[in-house]
T-cell receptor, first 115, second 115 residues
Framework: DADVTQTPRNRITKTGKRIMLECSQTKGHDRMYWYRQDPGLGLRLIYYSFDVKDINKGEISDGYSVSRQAQAKFSLSLESAIPNQTALYFC??????????????FGSGTRLTVV | AQKVTQAQTEISVVEKEDVTLDCVYETRDTTYYLFWYKQPPSGELVFLIRRNSFDEQNEISGRYSWNFQKSTSSFNFTITASQVVDSAVYFCALRGYQAGTALIFGKGTTLSVSS
């Protein structure tokens, strides 16, 4: 099983619909992140959480919300999806060691299309 | 504020050519961490290297080498004798030392290696 699992892998949804992307991890890491990738723009940080009670906005949080249900689970919601939220979404985890430990562990990504 | 700039959007080379991917970063932290990731056409993010700011030794791993120069705030990545399998998007990323920071990515460089 993958260390960081994202579901679904692919999703097509209609404008205005609410959608949730889920992320679970078996790394035992306390820090979790959601990134969005658009062609030519790299990965941009949406939200991040350093523990269950800690939620922080990233660079592009507008239109998104998150929930850290447990140390191992971090979900991203689009309350009312719009076409420019079509992108590849990555969940990542890291430990709390200074420097990010051995780096970040990324999920395989969720490709979301809003029509 | 932290920033990572990858000025090369796309690079095309022929197999066996050497190629260097540039990365310039900005940070006010005196201690920080730099990363390179590879994203092959399949879409997953593959961790390549992490470098601490206090370690300016260059690193070589097979055909890959990294040149870290604090004086110019650069962390360049060279592939020697490129191969078709090196075709991918390559991301440089930065994380500050202080608690509360997350990994910030450059926009990526798309490398195409033709046979």
């Amino acid at each position: 099983d993958a260390d960081v699992t994202q579901t679904p892998r692919n999703r097509i949804t209609k404008t205005g619909k609410r959608i949730m992307l889920e992320c679970s991890q078996t790394k035992g890491h306390d820090r979790m992140y959601w990134y969005r990738q658009d062609p030519g723009l790299g990965l941009r940080l949406i939200y991040y959480s350093f523990d269950v009670k800690d939620i922080n906005k990233g660079e592009i949080s507008d239109g998104y919300s998150v929930s850290r249900q447990a140390q191992a689970k971090f979900s991203l919601s689009l309350e009312s999806a719009i076409p420019n939220q079509t992108a590849l979404y990555f969940c990542a985890t890291s430990d709390s060691g200074q420097g990010g430990g051995n780096g970040y562990t990324f999920g395989s990504g969720t490709r979301l299309t809003v029509v | 504020a932290q920033k990572v700039t990858q000025a090369q959007t796309e690079i095309s080379v022929v197999e066996k050519e050497d190629v260097t991917l540039d990365c310039v970063y900005e940070t006010r932290d005196t201690t920080y961490y730099l990363f390179w990731y590879k994203q092959p056409p399949s879409g997953e993010l593959v961790f390549l290297i992490r470098r601490n700011s206090f370690d300016e030794q260059n690193e070589i791993s097979g055909r890959y080498s990294w040149n870290f120069q604090k004086s110019t705030s650069s962390f360049n990545f060279t592939i020697t004798a490129s191969q078709v399998v090196d075709s991918a998007v390559y991301f440089c990323a930065l994380r500050g030392y202080q608690a509360g920071t997350a990994l910030i990515f450059g926009k990526g460089t798309t490398l195409s290696v033709s046979s």
